[in-house]
């Protein structure tokens, strides 16, 4: 079953959702980035590019020629049955069929905004039958 990991009180989420794909990618995962739209995905694209001088993050579009030899995917629209271990979950939606990954991760800033959203998401997850869990970055 899909395990959902909720990331909360995250006050730059942008920058650990880099840190976070960072950590998949260590641990030789696949994993695909969902992001709101275009913009969204090319400054994520960005960041993953500008971490450092020493850690490369190999990553590409989801309709790219090369990304069946690539870990990392980064997409604006998340296609149904699609399958793939792990998901970052930074697009405004839940996805329509979580159970097609084995992992989900959300990242919840500390905005009020976020914190609804949040909160609607874990009630819909838990509603499902989804085991979740809890992480909480404020003093990290």
């Given amino acids: ?8 009180n995250v006050a730059q989420p942008q920058e ?21 739209d275009e913009r969204a995905l090319d400054t994520f694209s960005n960041r993953l590019w500008c971490m450092g001088d020493t850690q490369f993050i190999a990553h590409c ?5 090369e990304a ?16 793939h271990p792990v ?5 405004p939606e839940l996805p329509v069929e979580p159970a097609q990954f084995s992992r989900i991760l959300e990242i919840v800033g500390t905005d009020e905004q976020a914190l609804a959203t949040a909160r609607h998401r874990f009630k819909s997850y838990r509603a499902r039958g989804y ?3 809890h992480h909480d970055m404020s003093h990290k």
């Fill in 16 to 36: 650990f959702a880099c840190k976070l794909a960072a950590t998949v990618f260590r641990k030789r995962e696949r994993l695909l980035v969902w992001l709101e």
């Fill in 1 to 8: 079953m899909t395990r959902i990991d909720f990331y909360t």
């Fill in 131 to 133: 085991a979740i869990q």
């Fill in 87 to 91: 998901l970052l979950n930074l697009g």
């Fill in 68 to 83: 069946a030899e690539t870990p990392i995917w980064l997409t604006a629209s998340l296609p149904a049955g699609l399958q």
């Fill in 61 to 65: 579009r989801m309709d790219s020629p």
